[in-house]
């Protein structure tokens, strides 16, 4: 085996801001001999992010527009709900540029979370479950108690709420960032996209991106098996959505709650329970060195099982969400 490649040193960063986005791209040639697949992964490793999640992204656009937009005043307080990776994301970005951040978070999230937006010196809101939600699985109804307290500290504070549900900088940072860098490491060469919906702003800026420069791109959405609300959202009323353990999806949000899903970009869906999520994590880290959260997991169960049925041969990428490091408390690992 040949000594990797000696890059040129990197321009001496100003911030931590500058340290968002342009994260590498790593294609699984170790897992796809051990499944002993027909066709490539590409995974755009964005745990590598300072807040070891793709949602840095987001939060810096969120953050930027709203100070452009004339939204966010200099010094004035941030306010959002958050399963945690947001949250991080605005606990940096909010340190770098002086702004006081508070996340509001279920207590379902997994406590590296919370642990970890203290550490950067957010003051962190913990909503209790109700009686019958599970620890480590959030439903729509626990969401909605989160949303609700976070409405009235922005009021009570004269806040700037960001509103990662409803911001269209949320879809930008995607569209301008990731899609275009997907593009560009893997040369163009990408059949398929999946992606786990949280806010659907991945999904729809990735997809809208790598669309327009391959109009015949299949992009998938991957969900929940217990929380498969896009799918089935004609069908779906409200609170019926069970708990499940992928932390940052399928919360009971229907197609009308979930502003930033795009359902054009959609070729098909794909669900994954959470032992496939949770053994596909387990692999990606034991023959790739990858610890990604449930949510990557997921994402390789649906690509996977996508390469052994209808897409065999094809070339699927996908985003590794977060760190397995903000999961140790759980069963995950």
Known sequence: M???????SPVLAHSVLDLIGNTPMLELHRLKAELQLEGRLLVKCDLSNPGLSKKDRVALWMILEAVRLGQLQPGQTVVEMTSGNTGTGLALVCAALGHPFVAVMSSG??????????????????ID??????????TGDDLKLVEAEADRITIERNAFRAGQFSNAANVLAHERTTGPEM???SSGEIDLFV?????????TGVSRYL???KPDIKCYVVEPRAASVLMHFEQVTENKPEGHKIQGAGYARTGDKLPLFDRSLADGFITVTDEQAIESARLLARCEGILGGFSTGAHLAAAVELLRTTQKGKTI???ICDSGLKYLSTDLY
């Not at 406590?111 to 962190?124: D, F, N, S, T």
């Open 211 to 213: 669309k327009s420069r």
């Open 129 to 138: 479950q109700l009686s019958e939600s599970i620890s480590g699985q959030v």
């Open 2 to 8: 040949q000594h990797p490649k000696r890059h040129d």
């Open 183 to 185: 593009w560009e490491q």
């Open 109 to 126: 999230n997994t406590p590296e979370r919370a642990a970890h937006m203290r550490a950067l010196g957010a003051e962190v809101v913990l």
């Open 195 to 203: 992606d786990c919906i949280g806010t659907a702003g991945t999904f």
């Open 317 to 319: 990428a996908f985003v």
